[in-house]
């Protein structure tokens, strides 16, 4: 095992395990958010995912994303089982930590990604249904595209767009694909107008507080050393976060009257969305920017662009994933800068105009692959063992109904 540094390796250990404590946070957001009926539904399919995609990962997943490239699209078979995936680095992506540990850091992207989508089709879907779309996704959704983005000859790495920590990959991925969901699967029963608040806010704010805590792994994290790259990523992490809670309760306080918790929060999440893909690339003060613009994006699309166009993304995961991943992504190319990381590119801001064409080129792209092969993969599993739960199933919810359990007993 030579070349290994042992800081680096120390901090990439804990940066992987922050990542994999976002998706157990992910669950208590979103079961915040549903009606006490649903809440075991959305933790049991954040756990899930947890358990199959990491299956996956190792089979196959990691050889197609990070494999040996074809053509600048997908990565191959050639180390599916991990197959010539040692513990020696790999300097084709990280010189100073094993390959294992730089295959399971990267895992955790796959795990938290098609557990986002999760949010446009809460409290409807099939269990089943939900399985066999979460598994095709990560296949030939998610696996392709870190390709693109991360792969060495990704066609999107070699075009120059630049994604430090997943606004692609990640959230703009993740968000085309709830809106293909919330399309396909429709509204919930009642919707708009019959429907219950959020059953259990503290839960949602303990989630957005482990989303938080586990996001300076995810852009941190993916300085893959412990250094002060990962340290300028931290710095914009919070900052961002902190900047667009702050914007978010401001429209809140502008358009309805009063700051809310859950405003709030999903500011906090809007920040931290929008600044992945810069987090290694910008300075603070950029980093404060990029988070208040999109504390007020995210608003906007959430509750004006949502409510004008009448589709049900129940826990706005395109509101906030998808329009937050493709701001960031397009505000990087404005801010990036060498001074920050001489392994990237200036932005416009910097003397750069062509960056902010090659982000935009990376939006496009990526959003039309994700939406179109999601849309498609939905109409495909509900053909085959159907999408949505029996009306009367919805009416009772779907933890009894689904898995025979209820979040909240009674004992007398």
């Known amino acids: 095992m030579t070349g290994i540094d042992t800081g680096d390796t120390a901090w990439m250990l804990v940066s992987t395990a922050l990542v994999m404590l ?5 669950a208590f957001f979103y079961g915040g958010l549903v ?31 990070f494999g040996p490239d074809h053509g600048g699209i997908i990565g191959g078979l050639s180390w599916a089982g991990l197959h010539g995936v040692g513990l020696d680095p790999n300097p084709d992506y990280a010189a100073t930590i094993p390959h294992q540990l ?24 099939k269990f089943s249904a939900f399985l066999i779309f979460s598994f095709l996704w990560a296949t030939i959704v998610y696996d392709p595209m870190a390709h693109w983005v991360w792969g060495v000859g990704g ?18 991925n993740a968000g085309m694909a709830a809106l293909a969901a919330a399309l396909v699967v429709g509204k919930r029963k009642g919707y708009p107008d019959d429907m219950s608040p959020p059953h259990n806010l503290p839960f949602a704010i303990l989630g957005a507080a482990l989303l938080w805590f586990g996001w300076f792994g995810f ?16 710095i914009a992490t919070h900052m961002a976060a902190a900047t667009a809670a702050v914007a978010w309760a401001a429209m809140d306080w502008i358009f309805s009257k009063r700051p809310t918790a859950l405003g709030m929060i999903s500011g906090a999440v809007a920040g931290l969305v929008a600044i992945t ?3 290694g690339y910008v300075t603070p003060l950029a980093a404060i920017a990029i988070g208040a613009l999109a504390g007020v994006i995210c608003y906007t699309s959430v509750v004006f662009l949502k409510r004008k166009l009448g589709y049900d993304d129940s826990l706005d995961a395109f509101g906030v994933h998808g329009i937050g991943g493709m701001t960031g992504a397009l505000l990087t190319g404005l801010w990036a800068t060498t001074v920050i990381n001489p392994a990237g590119f200036d932005g416009l801001f910097h003397g750069n105009p062509k960056q ?12 039309a692959y994700s939406f179109v092969l999601s849309f498609g ?14 009306s009367d199933h919805e009416n009772i919810g779907l933890d009894l109904t689904q898995h025979s359990e209820s979040a909240y007993t009674v004992v007398g």
């Open 102 to 125: 730089f295959m399971f850091f990267q895992l955790m992207f796959a795990v938290i990604t098609p557990a986002l989508i999760i949010g446009a089709f809460a409290e409807r879907m």
């Open 277 to 279: 893909p810069a987090s």
């Open 35 to 65: 009606r006490r009926k649903n809440v075991l539904s959305i933790m049991m399919q954040c756990f899930m995912i947890i358990g199959v995609i990491s299956i996956q990962w190792v089979l196959f997943g990691y050889s197609l994303a």
């Open 356 to 367: 902010l064409l090659f982000q935009f080129i990376a939006v496009v792209g990526s959003a």
């Open 377 to 390: 993969l939905l109409k495909l599993v509900d053909k085959v063992v159907g999408l949505r739960v029996k």
């Open 219 to 234: 852009n941190a994290g993916s300085a893959l050393s412990s250094g002060g790259l990962s340290v300028s990523a931290f």
């Open 155 to 172: 066609m999107l790495r070699e075009l120059g767009a630049l994604d430090f920590a997943g606004g692609t990959v990640v959230h703009i």
């Open 22 to 26: 976002m998706t157990p946070g992910l």
